[in-house]
Every structure is written in structure tokens, then in C-alpha cells.
């Protein structure tokens, strides 16, 4: 755990955690692990499948489904990534834009692994086109998704199905990050707020939605 990584990121974590990072790097990873392990033990987590919620499996990944995946990425700085381990997550991920970490104790260990590489990813993402492209949705939240008309001028919009990020959100939207992705985006936006003036809406970028 933590084998590879640089000694300047070993003391920037250990600063995070209150350790002391003027250590020998063997000792920094050591007490790392420690701490990961505190942290998991403090965590009170269900234990049985039967304690966790079903999810709607539309749209969904499950969690578990990415334990392998992830698992080759893990405790690597991300410059020491393979492309192909990298290539393989992306590929299962892509097209859709929730995971479920909630429905079971495999699919919350899933998802809690992913949430552990995901800020690695996103600069992967940021010098690797390929992967970007798999992984990049551009959101659209209405903010009001109850105010009058609005489910009218959802079902009214002529480029239909829409693709919704969470199956239970019926107020967020997801879009391709390419620049027609966008312009279907802000196409959408236009044709609501005429339909529902004052709808405040919020655009943002996320590799992928957490349930928990």
C-alpha cells in the first residue's frame, strides 16, 4: 500500500492526517495504512445485503461491479497508471452516469474504492483524449423541476429520449462532453426557460454520481 508513491505526496497526505511527515518515507507509508485502517474500523457500515435499499438497476452500475477494475489503480499515483487498466474501467462506465453503492455491501465497497481514485482520474482524464471521451457527461440541473410546466416541456422537447443521470432525478440530465453534446445542452436549456420562465438551471462536469 502506497508502494511507489513519491515522498512529497507521502508528507502532503500525512499533513492532511495529522501525522508527522518528517519521517523516513518507510515509516510515512506505515502509518498511512494505519490510518486507513482507523478509518475503516471507526466507519459503521452495514454488514448484510438484507440492511441495504434495492436500487432500480436503470441506468445504475453496481459498485461491485468495479472491485476488480479499480483494484489495479489503487494506492498508485496516477502517473503510474496502465492505460489499458484505465481503458477497461472507462469502458464499463461509459454511457452510463450513477453508481450504485448502496444496494449491497459489495456495491457500497465498490463504489467507496472508485470515490478512492476518482480525483486521480479526472487528471488521467486531463491529459489521455480517449478517456475523457468515455467519461466526461455534461449535466444539466433544473432547479425547480416541480414549477408548472415542466415535466410539459420535458415531454415536448422534440429530441427525446432525454437521458437522465439518476433514474430518481427527474430534474438532471446528462450530455456527451463533445461541443454538440453541449449545444443539445444549452438547445434543451433555451427550450425550457421559454416554456417555464425563471427556471434557474446549473450546468457541471462529474465522472459519475454516487448513491450511498
Known sequence: MYDGWPRCELQELARERGINANQRSDSLREQLAESDAKSDEDMDFPTSDDDYEKEDPSGVIPGEDLIELVAPLLYKPHQQWEHADVLRLAQRMT????????????????????????????????????????????????????????????????????????????????????????????KLIGHVQALCPGQCVHTFTSVMFSQF
Open 95 to 186: 454511457g452510463n452516469s450513477c453508481l450504485d453503492g448502496r444496494s449491497s455491501v459489495g456495491n457500497r465497497q465498490g463504489a467507496m474504492q472508485f470515490r478512492d481514485i476518482e480525483n486521480d482520474l479526472e487528471e488521467y482524464m486531463a491529459s489521455h483524449a480517449d478517456i475523457r471521451r468515455l467519461l466526461d457527461p455534461y449535466y444539466v440541473m433544473f432547479d425547480h423541476p416541480l414549477a408548472a410546466n415542466f415535466d410539459k416541456a420535458i415531454a415536448a422537447y422534440p429530441k427525446s429520449p432525454l437521458n437522465l443521470a439518476d433514474p430518481k432525478l427527474p430534474n438532471i440530465f446528462s450530455f456527451q462532453a463533445s461541443p454538440q453534446g453541449r449545444r443539445d445542452a444549452h
